[in-house]
């Protein structure tokens, strides 16, 4: 069974660019997550898929954050413009039923310059 | 505001010492209980988890934890430790289906 795939692994930008992460999670898993993992802390949620609708984004900063799951699968999450403070790595899971296990994607690295 | 409390920032141990790590949540209700792992350059995995039952898990590699309502707590245990068990250990703590809360991770050194 294939993992949790996300792409770019790495990714250096300066501030107030912007940039996009794609996930694809694993096979009929229908709950997909966004987290952000700062260096030192615990994943923190951001975003909550359920299919294609949103569960929970309350720890979303929907003034510079967004994210999209348009058909149920796939889904990526943009920041538009990008600050110093946004530099983590950003963890896409999966999992099915909700409640139960995620399963973790490798991350992508993000430095913000 | 709920959060998970991991009480160990860094622990260094020996080969064949014993292990505890300690974790604390604040959830008033029912709740389901996990540690993951995360093995140098690798993703972040499942350990083990609790959602009803015997409150003392079993998990992979020789891994135990024991919820202790009371306590608000799912201590993470091992007999003892390999030097393969060098890795960050995190508890996550979810209320039904969303809402999954983890705690700031525990970085476990284990010296051959």
């Known amino acids: 069974e294939a993992g949790v795939a996300q792409s770019p692994r790495y990714k250096i930008i300066e501030k107030r660019q912007s940039v996009a992460f794609w996930c694809n999670p694993i096979?009929?898993?229908?709950?997909l997550y966004w987290y952000q993992q700062i260096l030192g802390q615990g994943p923190k949620l951001l975003i909550q898929?359920?299919?294609?609708?949103?569960?929970?984004d309350s720890q979303l900063p929907k003034d510079r954050f967004s994210a999209e799951r348009l058909k149920g699968v796939d889904s990526t999450l943009k920041i538009q413009p990008a600050k110093l403070e946004d530099s983590a790595v950003y963890l896409c899971?999966?999992?099915?039923?909700?409640?139960?296990?995620?399963?973790f994607g490798p991350g992508t690295r993000l430095t913000v310059l | 505001a709920q959060s998970v409390s991991q009480h160990n920032h860094h622990v260094i141990l020996s080969e064949a010492a014993s292990l505890e790590l300690g974790c604390n949540y604040s959830?008033?209700?029912?709740?389901?209980l996990f540690w993951y792992v995360q093995y140098p350059g690798q993703h972040l995995q499942l350990l083990l988890k609790?959602?009803?039952?015997?409150?003392l898990v079993k998990g992979i590699k020789g891994f135990e934890a024991e919820f202790i309502k009371s306590k608000f707590s799912f201590n993470l245990r091992k007999p003892s430790v390999q030097w393969s068990d060098t890795a960050e250990y995190f508890c996550?703590?979810?209320?039904?289906?969303?809402?999954?809360?983890f705690g700031a991770g525990t970085r476990l050194t284990v010296k051959p």
């Open positions: 096979s009929g898993h229908a709950t």
């Open positions: 959830y008033g209700g029912t709740v389901n």
């Open positions: 609790y959602f009803s039952g015997d409150p």
């Open positions: 996550a703590v979810n209320e039904g289906n969303n809402d999954m809360r």
């Open positions: 899971a999966s999992s099915h039923p909700s409640w139960d296990t995620q399963y």
């Open positions: 898929f359920q299919n294609n609708g949103v569960v929970d």
